[in-house]
């Protein structure tokens, strides 16, 4: 009986949708969509003590406020893969300034952090599609979608996880640390990044995409 009741209640309620004009059914499903996006396929950094040793080694990385700059051998070289990656990201980011500065930031924060910036783009794309302002589920946040208890543990009360620069560079410092832990294992990382350790689906995921939209292999002069 309770079936057949909430049956009748969908039923009622695509009669109802149907009744509505045109218009309003288009204006609803963008909102929807909108929503449906704004969801981003981050899970959770597990929060987990720290030995002082490794506390005081991100404590100073993510306190570093060196201008992100492109670190290649050549000036050319550099241009080359800032042009390439900016053709690649030009309908998620339109502003060209805007987007060659993300560029710029992810390359200087992965190369920091001894990453490889594709991968980070790769992962970037999974977790906020490159959206700034994403915030997850359980409050990730950003385009790396960090967790907010890191800049307690790390951090200080004045970093906004919603900046550039501090987002880029708490996500791969928190991503090297989980690579140091694995022992160079950047699947088994990944996996911690996302709180999915175990789980293929999100190692696949960003390695995927790194693959597909990411690679870079430089042109030979």
Known sequence: MLNLFRWLQCLS????????PKIIQIACLALFGALVSSVCFAGSQIEAPLSNSVKALMQRSVSDRAVPTLTF??????????????????????????????LRTVHYEASRAGLDPQMVLGLIQIESGFKKYAVSSVG??????????????????DHNLFLLRTNLRYGCTILRHYVDMEHGDLYRALGRYNGSLGKPQYPNLVLGAWRKHWNYAPKSI
């Open 13 to 20: 309620l695509c009669k109802k949708w149907l009744s509505l």
């Open 73 to 102: 051998v050549t000036e050319e070289e550099g241009s080359a893969w800032l042009n390439a990656m900016s053709q690649r990201l030009k309908k998620r980011m339109p502003d060209t300034a805007y987007r060659e500065d993300f």
């Open 140 to 157: 990730a946040r950003g385009f790396m979608q960090v967790m907010p208890f890191w800049v307690q543990s790390i951090g200080a009360s």
